[in-house]
């Protein structure tokens, strides 16, 4: 199975802030990586898929970029609605697996 | 905008059993695999389980196997987990999630495994 890490596991930031989240999985995946945001008490939403390809309708404040095994997440400039926890996904093969993930706080 | 709503969670004491259900709308069923993915209180994401389009192909978590089997009606735009000797573990919230990349999920169904 492909393990996902993410570090950090907590931040803490103001708004406006540059955020950058890493995601490393213990293999190989291409670019078969996604991010997920989830807000408390609602489902996981799919911001980034295919590494670095903006889902439609999300901010362009969020961007990814990596390949391989090393992935990065990036808010721009922090916004109040940004305060949520964020995952990875890898897609390569099954099992599919998720990082821990991360929570940003305001 | 795809539509995916969960139901068919409750409380069950363990060992029992319960059938999940995820009803699909707004985006053609039949072209597209799905996912159930659990969350356990306050705990991270788990994937545990996948069915192709066809139901051709059928993967699941090792702690899952043997216990839940997916399933889905084309026909009804329908995805089901059914779930038997449930354990205390199993207690979370349960999602679909559209296609292999999960790219749409629902809201989700909480389970509850109690005596």
Known sequence: DIQMTQSPSSLSASVGDRVTITCRASQGI??????????????PKRLIYAASSLQSGVPSRFSGSGSGTEFTLTISSLQPEDFATYYCLQHNSY????GPGTKVDI | EVQLVESGGGLVQPGGSLRLSCAASRFTFSAYSMNWVRQTPGKGLEW???ISSSSSTIYYADSVKGRFTISRDNAKNSLYLHMNSLRAEDTAVYYCARADWLADWGQGTLVTVSS
């Not at chain 1, 291409?30 to 489902?43: E, I, S």
């Not at chain 1, 099992?95 to 998720?98: D, I, K, L």
């Open chain 1, 30 to 43: 291409g670019n078969d990586l996604g991010w997920f945001q989830q807000k408390p008490g609602k489902a």
């Open chain 2, 48 to 50: 545990i389980s996948y």
């Open chain 1, 95 to 98: 099992p599919r697996t998720f």
